[in-house]
């Protein structure tokens, strides 16, 4: 119904010769409008470090949880925690803003406090250097909202950001002739989770002034939010948070002005491009990141929140092959193709594939998850583990390399839902078996690496290019490059169910086909991370025009692996 209301919004704004540009050139799908996505989807976006994404959501995370960074977080009352992580942790449970200031010692006198006159609706700000207005410049919707929701407690946020000139001021109240520039995201409980900038002299953009959000009479307007708020002077797909809840830059097929386009379809703005802190689920907002000037600021918080994503993600090693070991060419190495697209891969080349060796025989693939973790299909294994082996780092299957790795199985987890007719949930865990006196199950090998898994269905998209690899029922590992397939219904019809994913090549040239089955889809984004986006489930009729490969969906099934194999073995950027 959102969806269509907002469309008869757009015809009847057309009718009218509406001067402006139609907000269906950016916003996205309906399909995605009506998914209610907010800036807490983290199917879309990341997290801020005082949450984590739980089935598609980010949620209050433990605030012991948090780590301890160098200087205090102050708050309202006067306590001192070890970070700002930790003082959000407990303000997002309570949804009562705590957070007050960084200081080594927290003076009641240094409080950020932030007020609305009475006069003008002017936004005034204090601070250790005395109150004085929020600076017009950098004022926007999203500052506005948080202003809204602290001070007069309006959950929607404001209505209007607008600009006062200094001289059309209430006389009768003394104001300071210099500003502090402001910048929020749009997701803080007061302007001192934002960067609050040194104070200037107050200048022809005036001071900040707003209006908070009242219910309208019903009357089109341009967008619906997903949290009821109707965007009255705000616009979607141009970076800021206009809505509150950031839902009005979830779906955009481009953005408006300066603002960033992700590929999974959300508008940042320019200013959080390549500021050290990815926004983008690839990571494209951070590509060519160069060293950035320092911005002099008086309260800045993205470097604890650059600090903590940085060492929460230096923990976790996954997606990054081992470039540094060099193998050495023997006698018997020959190029060759398997079929057209299939090309022979180097020793070392793919160092998250395994194979999965049953009763001595090799039937199948899998993808190494680290730790002591295998990915493979539900299709390959069934619940005796000690019919089973993993070999890591096997190039050819009749020899063994130098670097190969032999592994027992320690326990093997088949989704219970898994339903062998119809290939529904063909996805399984196997679990390798711990070295005597050891949590490892091998030795550090130079060339094995894990593979990450994708937590978000969004984090590719139709028509990226990805690569399969397995040995089919040849004797040497083979790897093809293959396009993520939309709309895969329309080949396979109700056969294709939830949880599934098509790849390949519509013309026939390159499929995945027996032998290869539970060997990883790999997906590798922008930043260059890889992640295991499939495994090789099922299809018809292989290497035919129209039938495409039908692999398993890794990211559907994330809290699934997780909640088995535990957080640190799963992947980076998950929060």
């Known amino acids: 119904m959102r969806a269509v209301f907002f469309f008869m919004c757009l015809l009847f704004q057309t009718a009218l010769n509406h001067p402006r540009v139609s907000d269906e050139d950016f916003l996205g799908p309906a399909q995605c409008l009506d998914q209610k996505y907010t800036r807490w989807s983290c199917s879309k976006v990341f997290c801020p470090p005082w949450r984590r994404c739980i089935a598609g959501q980010c949620v209050c995370k433990i605030p012991y949880k948090c780590p301890r960074q160098k200087i205090s977080a102050c708050t309202l009352d006067g306590s001192e925690y070890f970070s700002m992580c930790q003082a959000n942790a407990i303000s997002c449970r309570t949804k009562t803003p705590i957070f007050s200031h960084f200081s080594e010692s927290c003076k009641a006198e240094d409080k950020v406090e932030t007020s609305i006159s009475d006069s003008n609706d002017v936004v005034e700000i204090k601070t250790n250097l005395g109150k004085m207005p929020v600076c017009g410049k950098g004022w926007n919707m999203a500052a506005a909202n948080v202003v809204c929701r602290n001070v007069k407690g309006v959950d929607r946020g404001a209505e209007a950001a607008s600009n006062i000139t200094y001289e059309s001021l209430d006389e009768d109240t003394e104001w300071s002739d210099q500003c502090m520039r402001v910048r929020c995201t749009g997701s803080e409980l007061s302007l001192a989770e934002c960067t609050i900038y040194n104070p200037e002299p107050i200048t022809k953009t005036g001071v900040a002034a707003l209006k908070c959000y009242k219910e309208p009479s019903g009357e089109c307007m341009n967008f619906l939010c997903a949290n009821g708020k109707y965007l009255i002077n705000g616009k979607p797909c141009d970076g800021v948070d206009d809505c509150g809840d950031n839902s009005d830059e979830m779906c955009c097929q481009k953005c408006r002005g300066k603002a960033f386009h992700c ?175 050891s949590d490892k199950c091998m030795q550090d090998n130079p060339v094995v690496r894990a593979v990450c898994v994708p937590w978000s269905t969004q984090q590719f998209q139709p028509n990226d290019t990805c690569t399969i690899s397995g040995w089919g029922k040849e004797a040497t590992l083979k790897w093809a490059n293959v396009t993520l397939v939309d709309n895969c219904e329309n080949y396979y019809k109700d056969r294709f169910l939830p949880g599934m994913e098509c790849a390949g090549d519509l013309e026939g040239k390159v499929d995945s086909c027996q032998g290869d089955s539970g060997g990883p889809l790999v997906c590798t984004d922008g930043s260059g991370l890889s992640y295991v986006w499939g495994i090789v489930s099922w299809g018809n009729k292989c290497s035919e025009p129209n039938h495409p490969g039908v692999y398993t969906k890794v990211a559907h099934y994330f809290d699934w692996i997780r909640s088995n194999t535990g957080w640190p073995a799963v992947t980076k950027f998950n929060q």
């Not at 604890?304 to 976790?316: D, F, K, P, T």
């Not at 594939?353 to 295998?374: H, I, M, P, S, T």
């Not at 063994?400 to 898994?418: A, F, M, R, W």
Request: include cysteine; proline fraction near 5%.
């Open 263 to 437: 590929k999974s379809g959300v508008c940042i703005p320019q200013h959080a491009v390549k500021d050290g802190i990815r926004d983008c689920l690839g990571g494209e907002d951070e590509l060519d990141v160069t060293d950035k000037a320092v911005i002099i600021t008086h309260l800045h918080v993205v470097p604890e929140i650059r600090e903590i994503r940085s060492s929460a993600e230096s923990q976790l090693q996954c997606g990054v092959p081992n470039m540094e070991y060099v193998y050495k060419k023997d006698n018997h190495y020959s190029r060759r193709k398997r079929s057209a697209g299939w090309e022979e891969t180097l020793p070392t080349q793919i160092q998250w594939q395994v194979a999965v060796q049953d009763e001595g025989l090799f039937r199948c693939g899998g993808a190494y998850l680290g730790g002591c973790w295998v990915l493979t299909a539900a299709n390959c294994v069934r619940p005796k583990p000690k019919s089973f082996r993993i070999h890591l780092s096997l190039w050819k299957k009749n020899r063994k390399q130098s670097t190969t790795e032999i592994v027992p199985v320690k326990n093997i987890l088949i989704h219970h839902e898994y339903n062998p007719q119809t290939y529904a949930n063909d996805i399984a865990l196997v679990q390798l078996e711990e070295m005597v006196y």
